[in-house]
């Protein structure tokens, strides 16, 4: 009588311990092995966003977490607090209409990372960009080493809004720190002797609007405009200013934005004379 009992209990104890064993039981039925894995793979996130929310601690998260924008995390200030409002797996709701490297719309494709700041303010004496605090940086840094870490990024992945969307974005603004980022490995800046001598070369001379077209959408921004808007190149040369050249950022193409622009986008300064008709081909770094 106890065995007829306990028999049935220990098959059913027998069933749990080979579904524990066979991993992602509540997936068993239609999963049967998962002990094969394929070296052809890599994370789906291939980007790290940054933002400014424009607004204060407490609209930021209401926004965030209520309307329909979201981020995967928020580094709120007084005292810096990361919030992870989506899981890393998820899609946030961050990038909008968005291109970068020939992908667009890349939510799918990105982690977005929203920092509570000001953004600017406009008075009757110009546009005032308000400055960062260090201490929301310090907490910005070693979680963007964490996630390009986990992801396998490199540090040219972590870009800015305006980058991805030149023609409506801003953030996150000409006085975010890029150089102390990527100082610290996590984003990245021009090599100071490169730029020195491509401003050498060029003696103050702009190259043609063509080659920065070309070059621009080499290092990654889209050149095409939303309808009604003709001052695309313009919007992404200004984008391209505030992360590398913030002291002037109002789009008109110049010789140091040039050396600037060459000094990150490889074989790209001996294509100027492609542009300009030199018998002489431009002399290049090695
Ligand atoms: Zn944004």
Avoid at 57 to 83: C, F, K, M, Q, W
Wanted: proline share 7%; hydrophobic share 40%.
């Amino acid at each position: 009588m106890r065995w007829r009992l306990l028999r049935p209990l220990r098959t059913f104890s027998g069933l749990v311990l080979i579904c524990l064993t066979l991993a992602g039981c509540s997936r068993g039925l239609v999963v049967d092995d998962t002990t094969l894995t394929a070296r052809g793979q890599d994370s789906r996130v291939q980007y790290v966003i940054l933002h400014y929310t424009s607004s204060d601690s407490a609209r930021a998260r209401n926004t965030l977490t209520l309307g329909e924008v979201s981020s995967h995390y928020l580094i709120d200030a007084n005292p810096p607090t990361i919030y992870r409002l989506v899981d890393e797996s998820r899609r946030a709701w961050h990038a909008g209409d968005s291109s970068w490297q020939g992908r667009t719309w890349l939510n799918a494709s990105s982690i977005g990372i929203e920092i509570v700041h000001p953004g600017y303010r406009d008075t009757s004496q110009g546009r005032h960009w308000q400055p960062w605090d260090q201490a929301q940086i310090d907490r910005l840094i070693p979680l963007l080493q964490d996630i390009l870490q986990r992801h396998g990024l490199s540090p040219e992945r972590v870009i800015g809004h305006s980058d991805i969307a030149p023609q409506r974005k801003l953030d996150p603004g000409p006085l975010f720190p890029w150089q102390q980022l990527a100082e610290a490995g996590v984003a990245i800046w021009p090599d100071a002797a490169r730029v020195a001598h491509y401003q050498h070369l060029l003696a103050g001379q702009t190259p043609p609007l063509a080659w920065f077209e070309m070059v621009l959408e080499r290092f990654g921004y889209s050149l095409a405009a939303r309808p009604g808007q003709t001052d695309a190149t313009r919007n992404v040369i200004a984008a391209f200013q505030m992360r590398f050249r913030p002291a002037r950022h109002d789009g008109l193409p110049d010789a140091q934005t040039a050396a600037i622009l060459a000094a990150l986008v490889p074989d790209s300064f001996a294509e100027i004379s492609r542009f300009t008709g030199l018998a002489e081909p431009a002399i290049d770094l090695p």
